[in-house]
């Protein structure tokens, strides 16, 4: 049971260049998340996916897009990236979206030059 | 102003201290309230989660709620080097897509 796994760990990017950021989960829950997490701001939503075949927009959802590929799997792209998408990304998954515990995954640090 | 404010710290304080981390937030729809530990260069992990206000104890951890106040703390008993961690304060209304999370509080545990 791995729990939730993010792919790659790390990533460096030039402005303009794309890249999907890839999170699977084992445990078999319906919503999922991407957050990104930046120094003195705390972890910010950015897409969530409240079950298998529906996403909406988190508060910091321009520049990203997303795909709930199955249950299992929710994938963050950036088209275009820019300097100011260099963060640390966080996948997270719950059983349901309101009041549920949320678990996370290890991170994606993605710095854009 | 933001919705969750939280201490950044650092926080340094001796083995076997007694540790408390707060948060206040602006929003009094807020019902749920959770704390998650994070290790540097690792996800946020659930330390302990509150449904309204009151006391939950687990361990050498106490959660505390306040909402006439708008006030969260989580203390630490007995504290060791194995806690030092960012901790995150983290609440929601119980609604899509709501939870905000502070900014984390850095807490290092001297031995």
């Known amino acids: 049971n791995a729990g939730v796994t993010q792919t790659p760990k790390f990533q460096v990017l030039k402005t303009g260049q794309s890249m999907t950021l890839q999170c699977a989960q084992d445990?078999?829950?319906?919503?999922m998340y991407w957050y990104r997490q930046d120094p003195g701001m705390g972890l910010r939503l950015i897409y969530y996916?409240?079950?298998?075949?529906?996403?909406d927009k988190g508060e910091v959802p321009n520049g990203y897009n997303v795909s709930r590929l199955n249950k299992r799997e929710f994938s963050l792209r950036l088209e275009s990236a820019a300097p100011s998408q260099t963060s640390v990304y966080f996948c997270?998954?719950?059983?349901?979206?309101?009041?549920?515990?949320?678990?996370f995954g290890p991170g994606t640090r993605l710095t854009v030059l | 102003q933001k919705e969750v404010e939280q201490d950044p710290g650092p926080l340094s304080v001796p083995e076997g201290a007694i540790v408390s981390l707060n948060c206040t937030y602006s929003?009094?729809?807020?019902?749920?309230f959770m704390w998650y530990r994070q290790y540097s260069r690792k996800g946020p992990e659930l330390l302990m989660y509150?449904?309204?206000?009151g006391n939950k104890e687990d361990g050498r951890f106490t959660a505390q709620v306040d909402k006439s106040s708008k006030y969260i703390s989580l203390f630490i008993r007995d504290s060791q080097p194995s806690d030092s961690a960012t901790y995150l304060c983290?609440?929601?209304?119980?609604?899509?897509?709501?939870?905000?999370f502070g900014a984390g509080t850095r807490l290092t545990v001297k031995p």
């Open positions: 997270a998954s719950s059983e349901g979206l309101a009041g549920y515990t949320q678990y």
């Open positions: 445990m078999n829950h319906n919503s």
């Open positions: 996916s409240a079950s298998e075949g529906t996403t």
């Open positions: 929003n009094s729809a807020f019902q749920y």
């Open positions: 509150t449904y309204s206000s």
């Open positions: 983290a609440m929601s209304a119980g609604n899509n897509n709501d939870m905000r």
